[in-house]
């Protein structure tokens, strides 16, 4: 079997080898490590190597690529608390595996696994509490987003897929606060970055209902056509919640699309805890949520939800010779941008299978109290400052000002620049309001308070040792 691209008679020492460099990983990342493996320069060097041209050992592969994973950044770590992480779930990184093993395309009718997908949707709709008609998995929130767009701007101008804006000048409004995402999506669907309305916020940095209806009042009174709002359910810098409710209200009497970009934030819906926040999700016609940030399973795996079941269709629907139709049967491509697609939908099924739907809720919940417990010690220390209100999700942005700090900017880039060399925990920084903050995410189902009391310990003792920076 020299010249094969099947591993022969190999098959099964690979995969029990496989196995154990899974296994040391996740036995990694029960306990953080107190120290973050650094890339050495020999596996540098690897990494210049120009193309093998020749086989080589199987064994000796998956130890270079398990070397490779060990000196990098891994989000599944208990104390990375940078950016909006995720938890590589165990069950989500097997079903991958059995996924990929069968390497299925969901772009057509795949049989069994088309039903899985469509199953799948239905769980998720029904965990977050939203009345999904239909829906896809796709490869992160900006595709969610994007294409949940798309269905906006050929509701708004119907024939626009086919003809293009023909001149119309269109808009699309959200929070100061939504995610880069949304700039891209009017970029690339011809409405441009500049019809991108930012709303002003109210004193927990969610959007301003009344000045959303001003905007767009005024919009339509100049012959600007709405296409969509934008709610975020969990902004990407501080986790504030839109006001659905109000939100909604104001799109059904203008008659205008509603998309809640929850990427974030939208598993809180599910928690008893939180769910008062995501009132009127139900009456938005979009919603986006990454099943690889809070939901824990790995990338890439978002998902795109519609309450009405043309609106997919309208805007991705096509007849091609070699993409058959049979007695009007509608195909997965159909409803989706991507055309190949993966199996995303496997992971989330497995998952909700074997863990069920409480102990999601629980995990969930478990991160928002931890959140609630920094934010309240951080609080009370003299040297740390917080937002004025307490966090609304998982995420708390921090900052340090100890006395005598000539230039408060300039020590928090500085600590974050330590706490990350330091390599007991991973924060990123975060710009609010023109000021350095430290921004902690919490969104990985093996963190322990522990682990957040140490952040803040971390915080206090190398804010004092570098606060004679800036
Ligand atoms: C609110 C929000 N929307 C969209 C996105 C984009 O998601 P992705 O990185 O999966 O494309 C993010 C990413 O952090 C986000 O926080």
């Known amino acids: 079997m020299a010249d094969s691209l099947a591993l022969g008679d190999r098959r099964l020492e690979a995969l029990d080898h496989a196995a154990a460099l899974v296994a040391h990983a996740w036995a990694e990342f029960d306990q953080a490590r107190e120290i973050e493996t650094l890339p050495s320069e020999q596996l540098l060097a690897s990494l210049r190597e120009s193309l093998p041209e020749f086989s080589s050992d199987v064994i000796k592969g998956l130890d270079d690529a398990s070397a490779v994973l060990d000196a990098s950044l891994a989000q599944a770590r208990p104390r990375y608390f940078a ?47 939203y009345p999904a008609a239909t829906g896809s998995f796709t490869s992160g929130g900006t595709i969610s987003n994007l294409t ?42 011809g409405i441009g970055r500049d019809w991108v309305r930012p709303i002003p916020l109210d004193a927990e940095r ?25 709610a975020t359910a969990g902004t990407t810098l501080t986790g504030a919640v839109d006001p659905l409710d109000e939100l909604a209200h104001v799109c059904e009497r203008l008659g205008v699309w509603l998309h809640v970009d929850g990427a974030y934030g939208l598993p809180a819906a599910a928690v008893p805890a939180t769910a008062h926040l995501f009132q009127g999700l139900t009456r938005a016609d979009s919603v986006t949520v990454d099943c690889h940030k809070w939901m824990f399973v790995p990338k890439a795996c978002s998902a795109v939800l519609v309450r009405d079941p043309r609106a997919l269709f309208d805007v991705f629907a096509h007849d091609e010779a070699y993409v058959p139709h049979a007695d009007g049967v509608l195909n997965a491509v159909d409803i989706t941008l991507e055309y190949s697609r993966p199996m995303r939908a496997l992971k989330l099924w497995l998952a909700f299978r074997v863990h069920g739907a409480a102990a999601f809720r629980q995990a969930i919940a478990r991160n928002c109290e931890q959140a609630q417990h920094l934010y309240s010690l951080a609080a009370d220390r003299v040297g740390i400052d917080v937002l004025a209100s307490a966090p609304q999700l998982s995420i708390v942005p921090i900052r340090s000002r100890a006395p005598g700090c000539p230039d408060v900017n300039a020590h928090n880039a500085e600590l974050c620049r330590r706490l990350q060399a330091d390599g007991r925990v991973y924060v990123s920084p975060a710009t609010i309001d023109g000021e350095v903050w430290l921004r902690p995410c919490f969104t990985n189902f093996r963190t322990t308070t522990d682990d957040v009391d140490l952040l803040l310990s971390l915080v206090e003792t190398l804010g004092a040792s570098c606060r004679d920076h800036g």
Not at 108 to 117: F, K, N, T, V
Not at 158 to 185: D, F, K, N, T
Not at 213 to 226: L, M, S, V, Y
């Open 148 to 189: 949940a767009l798309a269905a906006a701007r050929e509701r708004a101008l119907p024939g626009s897929r086919a003809h293009g804006l023909g001149g119309h000048r269109c808009a699309v409004y959200c929070s100061e606060e939504a995610h880069y995402s949304i700039m891209r999506a009017a970029e690339l669907l």
């Open 206 to 230: 969610r959007m301003e209902p009344s000045a959303l209806a001003e905007r767009i009042d005024g919009d339509i009174h100049d012959g600007i056509t709405p296409i969509a709002v934008i």
């Open 83 to 129: 950016y909006i992480g995720s938890s590589g779930l165990e069950v989500g990184a097997l079903a991958d595996l059995l996924a990929h093993s069968y390497d299925i395309n969901l772009a057509l009718d795949a049989g069994a696994a088309s039903r899985l997908e469509a199953q799948t949707i239905d769980w998720l709709g029904e965990f977050l509490g």
